[in-house]
């Protein structure tokens, strides 16, 4: 029989559902029955997620300048809000966790207008802008990065690192074995959904500047928007590099286990489960993310020893070439960065982001909290 319902709520995208599932497994185990409420870019992920139902939410960002634009973000908050409290009405969740995105928003707000305890998590270093607006009315406040009284709540933020999915913790078995002179080389290459043309436009044209032999030991998997594969593709024909292209690879984590070196953005699902798993990486930070937190997560992994961190800016093909190939012929200093990646993972994170929804769920305050753990 289920313990009762956790609504739990997420924007529509990788980063903030994967963390949102990884915590709904967990809760699954102890007996929860779990809701999703999120929007409609979510449905590309939503087949995985293990939820009793998946709850549609109207909501809308409110970074435009113009005032009819805003106000009719509002108004679209405010029809989520009175739809999420419909759900909270009938679904009577012990807690509502929310996971980041402006989607977050209305199932929040509804909460704490029904006196439904809640929780958010915060996956970045830096607060996202819809935790933000929410941080002042919630009951707890996880972080991923967010060390315990640091951020704009400090009182009531617990550090439980990231919830990785269970692909990830499997994939996690796999140790790193080095790719020696002669062997093949797999390189993993991803970008997001914002992030990816960089890499289509740069990371081809620097394996063309590699020496052959090392362009013969690459295979290389990388992920790019659907209008840049065909030429990303043609690109790596070209060169007579072994290559995959794709726009979105639903097995990332055994493909992140695979790989000798990663070349990614640095989104905080995708920096704690390159750490969970062992790899090393060149993180390059979204030269646009809002708040930079991108670069705050690349600077912790970095300081751990397990990647190099690389803003786009300073980036140029011959740059890129010169850095895969000097780790391609240095399999030590991989594996060294390997282990420091894995030394710096948090695998527990759900198991300790779900005691934390428990206690908030039965009631108890985060100084409640603090003190069973100690």
């Known amino acids: 029989m289920s313990r009762g319902v956790i609504l739990l709520a997420a924007g529509g995208t990788g980063g903030h559902l994967f963390p949102a599932e990884a915590l709904a ?16 870019r979510a449905e590309r992920y939503s087949g995985h997620f293990p939820a ?12 435009s300048k113009n005032p009819i634009a805003v106000l009719s973000s509002f108004w679209t908050i405010w029809q989520g809000v009175r739809k999420a409290g419909r759900v909270i009405a009938k679904i009577k969740p012990e807690v509502v966790v ?17 006196q439904v305890p809640t929780l958010i998590h915060e996956q970045n270093a830096v607060m996202g802008r819809a935790n933000k607006a929410l941080a002042g009315r919630v009951d707890a406040i996880a972080g991923g990065f967010l060390a315990e009284g640091e951020s704009a709540a400090g009182a009531k933020t617990v550090t439980t690192g990231n919830p990785v999915r269970p692909q990830v913790l499997e994939a996690a078995k796999t140790p790193y074995v080095a790719s020696n002179d002669g062997e093949p080389f797999r390189f993993l290459v991803f ?20 020496p052959e032999a090392q362009r013969k030991r690459l295979v290389i998997t990388q992920q790019a928007r659907a209008e840049d594969v065909g030429r990303v593709k043609a690109a790596y024909a070209n060169l007579g590099v072994d290559a995959q292209v ?44 809002l708040d ?39 399999p030590d200093r991989l594996t060294a960065m390997a282990a420091a990646a894995r030394s710096a993972g948090k695998p527990n994170a759900a198991r300790l982001l779900a005691d934390l929804t428990e206690a908030i769920a039965s009631g108890k305050t985060v100084s409640d909290y603090r003190r069973t753990r100690a």
């Open 25 to 40: 497994h967990e809760l699954i185990e102890r007996g929860w029955e779990v809701h999703l409420a999120t929007d409609r």
């Open 191 to 210: 970008g997001g959904s914002q992030g990816a043309q960089f890499f289509s436009d740069a990371v081809p044209a620097a394996i063309a500047l590699l």
């Open 98 to 114: 929310g996971f980041g995105g402006y989607p977050t928003l209305p199932p929040l707000y509804a909460a704490t207008r029904r």
């Open 52 to 63: 009793t139902d998946i709850h549609s939410i109207p909501s809308a960002t409110l970074g």
């Open 292 to 330: 930079h937190d991108q670069a705050a997560n690349a600077a912790a992994l970095a300081a751990a020893g397990g990647a190099e961190v690389h803003p786009q800016s300073m980036l140029s093909p011959e740059g890129i070439a010169a850095l895969v190939g000097g780790l391609m012929g240095n």
């Open 246 to 289: 794709s726009p979105f690879f639903t097995d990332m984590a055994a493909r992140i286990a695979s790989s000798h070196l990663v070349m990614s953005r640095s989104g905080a699902s995708t920096v704690s489960e390159i750490a969970v798993i062992g790899r090393p990486a060149l993180l390059v930070p979204y030269p646009h993310a």
